[in-house]
T-cell receptor
Framework: GDSVTQKQGQVTLSEDDFLFINCTYS??????LFWYVQYPGQGPQLLLK?????NKGISRGFEATYDKGTTSFHLQKASVQESDSAVYFC???????????FGSGTRLLVSP | EAAVTQSPRNKVAVTGGKVTLSCNQT?????MYWYRQDTGHGLRLIHY???????EKGDIPDGYKASRPSQENFSLILELATPSQTSVYFC?????????????FGAGTRLSVL
């Protein structure tokens, strides 16, 4: 079945550091790929999504490129702030499908 | 703005008891979902629904039932709660067409089974 892998359980950075969160996926079809962010005490919310392979999604300074060749959708940000501290989930949904599959999440801690 | 409301926000149950978690959405989305969140596992899909009257098994349905009596409401039922069902549960709504599979989540229900 479809799956999403996030190998980093936690990432610890200082303000203005570069952020890179790894995400790879496995599916037999053409998915839409998502990054969701979850702040403490809240449900996840959409950060960005990309529906077409080799396209880039950009939101709030974050970006991710849907790389069909390496089946990756890594999340990056040039300069993190303390307010970016949250849990980040990578997810996929099959085109025309109903199920959305999530990775295990990466907790980002940013110190001032 | 999309709105998904879950109740209760916190629940303590006894082993063997029945627990019902409720979810209401005002987005008029066709699809609704129940996920549980556990450290190291992320969000795992329990049940989902295409519309009123429908329920489908997700990836971890054992020990759970679901009910979708209307477009707006989707319940998760634990007939015989066990300590392994202690978790945070999230309801979400989405729509293939209008939201392009983007899910809108509630704030979650923290369930403790003692």
């Amino acid at each position: 079945g479809d799956s999403v892998t996030q190998k980093q359980g936690q990432v610890t950075l200082s303000e203005d550091d570069f952020l890179f969160i790894n995400c790879t996926y496995s599916t037999t079809t053409y998915p839409t790929l998502f990054w969701y962010v979850q702040y403490p005490g809240q449900g996840p919310q959409l950060l960005l999504k990309v529906t077409t392979a080799n396209n880039k999604g950009i939101s709030r300074g974050f970006e991710a490129t849907y790389d069909k060749g390496t089946t990756s959708f890594h999340l990056q940000k040039a300069s993190v702030q303390e307010s970016d501290s949250a849990v980040y989930f990578c997810a996929l949904a099959r085109t025309g499908g109903y199920k959305v599959v999530f990775g295990s999440g990466t907790r980002l801690l940013v110190s001032p | 703005e999309a709105a998904v409301t879950q109740s209760p926000r916190n629940k303590v149950a006894v082993t063997g008891g029945k627990v019902t978690l409720s979810c209401n959405q005002t987005n008029n989305h066709n699809n609704m979902y129940w996920y549980r969140q556990d450290t190291g596992h992320g969000l795992r899909l329990i049940h989902y629904s295409y519309g009123a009257g429908s329920t489908e098994k997700g990836d971890i349905p054992d020990g759970y039932k679901a009910s979708r009596p209307s477009q707006e409401n989707f319940s998760l039922i634990l007939e015989l709660a066990t300590p392994s069902q202690t978790s945070v549960y999230f309801c979400a709504s989405g729509d293939l067409g209008r939201s392009q599979n983007t899910l809108y989540f509630g704030a979650g229900t923290r369930l403790s089974v003692l």
